[in-house]
């Protein structure tokens, strides 16, 4: 495994740092952690062509128990722009929306929510703001959610499976290839520039979130991606810099971690050792995450994926 990049620790200490609470401690271990990585707090937003008209772009997303980056992908095309995924609220939507604005004077004609989770969509009141008529496009199980949570913006179309898009020239398909991370779970391939944006199903350098996932599904749904024909494929959170060839051997590693969750799960529960829920999880001891724990949010999420996976195995994940 490589090194991890700036995800958790030196974000949060770029919150710390921002706020009247620095200390000098803190401002040395944000610069010994920025200068690794040769960035700065103010670095971001930032934004990563990947094709002629194709850019990821990546903000931070700092919260008391969270700080990493969440990414959004932008196609420009001489018919419109489409979007794939907000930020989660309305500063970061509104930088968003300047960013967009910069890279084309056409309007935002498409917003596929490919994750229904609030840092992807707390944003959408300032986007659906700039540019009223876009369509916003969802899976039905997305819909629910966010309908369930009262969102001011939803989908007024939906793709179960497949959809493809034509807006310039340009194909964008939109593919449901499993459950994953919220049940909903789109990604967004462009044949032409061979992208993938895979959303919340992977998570770069960053232990995966299973709170609301279903983890063999997940798998499933990676191994699908892993056989597409893609040469970009884009983690939701996590970096979205770096080559084609670094993202591909970072996702081959998210696909390792959720083999290694599957597996531990289902070789951990016949044994007896306990894991009722994520705050009371005895096995997490036992299970054997070897380097993994390195990664950021390892913490937290290897015992709400063990747990998620004893839901699973004992047929309590959510239908
Ligand atoms: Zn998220």
Redesign the pocket.
Known sequence: MKQLHLTGAALLCAALATTSTTTLAADASLSAALADHALKIEDFPRTHQLAPGVYAYEDT?ITPKLAFT?NSLIIVTNDGVVLVDGQDNEARAASLVNTIKKLSPLPLKYVVMA?D?R??VGGFPTIKAAWPDAVYISSSASLKTMQGQNRPVLATELVDDKRSLKLGGVEIQILNIGRG?TGGDLVVYLPASKVLFMS?LYYRDIFP?TITGYPSEWLAALRKAQAMDATWYIP??GFAAGTAAELKADFAQAVTVMELIVAEGKRLHPTGAKCPSEKDCPANAQAKWGTYLALTESEIQAPRALARMYMEIEGRLPK
Do not use: A, R, V
């Open positions: 997303l969440t994750s989770h840092d992807h991370h919340e979130s939701g959170h």
